[in-house]
């Protein structure tokens, strides 16, 4: 059950990324990340006025509770913030599979931390996906976006390591309190977070307020298809045998879907060699998901 939650939370995200696409193209940035923490905790409302009101059953609501809590809050805004500059200025066919090295990130420090072990079909699964990682980064370079040279590709990475250590950091905190008031109070947070940012921004930096921003459908959508995709992600960490490796290895999947759309919408370039790398990476999270079914 826990796997057929990873793969839904995997579609999810992937419409999240070509969301974040439409709406940062061209626009303020850091004015779509807000809104997009404040659609996401008005998702959430019910969940904190049900623990305001009456408490909840494995939240204490105290302070370290909220401080833990806290704590995901500032890490996921700086892999978000670093993610829309990204994704705003990378090809979704560059972004996407930079974002899915994340469960590379996740195993070692699942293995480190949490003790995990994975049986030779997921091992293999992994060693082809280090393999896929591998020639996406060469098709980047080809383009242009090198380390070397793009500031974007390294936002994209830092994106990806932050990431990493909120999945990490997700598997503790699932161990003390229920997933719905950790997303919840998360995205609370979140918001209040990136309205005292853009708010010290402009105070100091008043140039930051002369991008134009401007209002898209897709903005909401990405606070949708997210919310979603966490509910699932969530639950699956929740159930009893789930691996948080490869939860987060089945998750990086969602690159098909961005991929797709950067190729047949967006017309980017140099799909043969994209696609066939693309393939491998899709390959090694078949295989990951067959070993983690096995006895």
């Known amino acids: 059950m826990w796997i057929l939650c990873a793969l839904a939370s995997a579609l999810c995200l992937g419409f999240y990324d070509v969301m974040k696409k439409l709406s940062v193209r061209g626009n303020n ?5 807000l809104l997009n923490t404040v659609f996401g905790t008005l998702f959430m409302m019910p969940v904190i006025g049900n623990t305001l009101a009456h408490g909840s059953i494995g939240f204490d609501n105290s302070v370290s509770a909220h401080l833990l809590i806290f704590i995901k809050a500032v890490i996921v805004l ?62 980047g370079a080809d383009e242009g976006f090198s380390l070397r040279s793009s500031r974007w590709i390294w936002m994209a990475i830092g994106a990806a ?91 990086r999947g969602s690159v098909v879907v961005p991929f797709l759309y950067g190729a047949f919408a967006l017309h980017e370039s140099n799909l043969k060699t994209k696609g066939a790398d693309l393939a491998l990476l899709m390959l090694s999270l078949a295989i990951l998901v067959a070993g983690s079914t096995m006895d």
Request: proline share 4%.
């Open 78 to 139: 700086c892999s978000w913030l670093l993610g829309y500059f990204a994704i705003k200025h990378l090809p979704l066919t560059i972004q996407g599979p930079i974002n899915a090295s994340r469960p590379v990130m996740v195993l070692t420090g699942a293995v480190l931390i949490f003790g995990e072990s994975l049986n030779w079909v997921q091992w293999t699964g992994i060693a082809l996906g280090f393999a896929s990682l591998y020639f996406i980064s060469r098709a």
């Open 29 to 33: 940035v850091l004015i779509v990340l």
């Open 161 to 251: 390591v932050l990431g990493a250590a909120s999945s990490l950091y997700d598997k503790y905190l699932l161990s003390l309190y229920k997933p719905l008031d950790v997303q919840a109070w998360y995205s609370l947070y979140q918001c209040v977070l990136m309205t005292c940012a853009i708010l010290t921004l402009r105070a100091v930096y008043p140039a930051t307020a002369k991008t134009a921003f401007s209002w898209r459908w897709s903005i909401p959508m990405i606070s949708v298809f997210l919310t979603v995709a966490d509910l699932a992600y969530f639950h699956s960490l929740s159930l009893d045998g789930a691996m948080i490796s490869v939860v987060s290895m089945i998750r």
